[in-house]
């Protein structure tokens, strides 16, 4: 019998959602709460706004986060799904940290593509302690990711990146030392491509056609020219001048069939591992692919610099 696919163990939305609780932290969220067939409280995920309200009072009942909230028509992500990648992310820093979780703000992590919602650096400070670096193309974004920050008193440098051509390049400083870079990238190859996808997504769900976004986006958090692989493999190109300075590369590949050209491309920069780490959301399966220069000796020694 096939088992459903589970959060992370360590995911604080493993067991679902406690309504009665985020309710109670943020009151605002049930005029949005509607009851399933199955008579249990939910949202409804086709509504924007329903989706964001949730995303607040997620972040502000298990994350302390008081105050969020994104521009119209912005990437809204979901939160259980993107919490995972940090805590997967943490159990390969333990690999060269005598299996042992790494925590507090001497670990430091590069978040590309921050956007608007700056949800990696919020939730993967608050559970592990980590320092994060935020970059983006999009200045709309970096308003947005700013004001989280002020609003809520964190501190997170968040860089621009001025040329789209570039991902780590004009974003690294030479004084920096990253432990792990994390990226969720563009997935499609063009807005038709983007528009299909959508498509297709209700249509699984039994929704019918839509060209609706219940999690929002601009084009530059959906597609680029060349889709993921193309972005993945400009990522990878550019990894190979910072070999020094960070010690794992990551980022989600939302298509398996992708993963083969991408082993292919890691394969000819001669990286010393190579990792493919599945994540589970319900009935849906994602994962990232994790790269690094460093032998194994020479990551434990990274970290342990990191705990001096």
Same mark, same amino acid.
């Given at each position: ?107 430091? /992590?590069?978040? !590309?593509?921050?956007?608007?919602? =700056?949800?990696? $650096? @919020?939730?993967? %400070? ?5 320092? *994060? ?11 947005? /990711?700013?004001? !989280?920050?002020?609003?809520?008193? =964190?501190?997170? $440098? @968040?860089?621009? %990146? ?5 991902? *780590? ?140």
């Amino acid at each position: 019998m096939a088992t459903k696919a589970k959060l992370h163990s360590r995911n604080q939305h493993a067991q679902g959602y406690d309504f009665a609780r985020l309710v109670e932290q943020t009151p605002e969220l049930e005029a949005f709460t509607i009851l399933n067939p199955a008579g249990q409280t939910t949202i409804d995920f086709q509504d924007p706004s329903a989706v964001r309200m949730l995303n607040r009072a997620l972040l502000k009942t298990h994350y302390d986060i008081e105050y969020w909230d994104i521009p119209p028509g912005y990437l809204c992500p979901p939160i259980p799904g993107r919490v995972d990648y940090i805590h997967h992310l943490a159990d390969l820093l333990s690999d060269g940290n005598d299996q042992n979780i790494p925590r507090g703000d001497q670990i430091r /992590a590069l978040d !590309i593509g921050t956007g608007a919602s =700056l949800i990696y $650096p @919020l939730t993967g %400070q608050r559970e592990y302690g980590w320092h *994060f670096t935020g970059s983006d193309i999009d200045a709309v974004a970096l308003k947005s /990711a700013r004001h !989280i920050c002020e609003m809520n008193k =964190l501190s997170i $440098p @968040l860089r621009r %990146q001025n040329n789209p051509k570039n991902i *780590f390049r004009g974003v690294i400083q030479p004084n920096d030392r990253f432990h792990l870079t994390m990226c969720n990238p563009p997935f499609h190859g063009s807005q038709e491509s983007a528009n299909k996808g959508t498509q297709r997504k209700w249509a699984n769900l039994g929704k019918g056609r839509s060209t609706k976004l219940n999690f929002g986006g601009q084009n530059a958090e959906l597609w680029c020219p060349g889709g993921e692989i193309k972005f993945v493999a400009r990522m990878v190109e550019q990894s190979m001048d910072f070999t020094k300075q960070c010690l794992w590369f990551t980022s989600l590949v939302s298509k398996k069939d992708n993963l083969s050209p991408l082993n292919r491309i890691l394969k000819k920069a001669n990286v010393a591992d190579c990792r493919i780490v599945e994540m589970a959301q319900g009935q849906k399966t994602s994962r990232f692919i994790a790269w690094t220069y460093k032998t194994k000796s020479q990551r434990t020694a990274f970290m342990k610099t990191a705990r001096a």
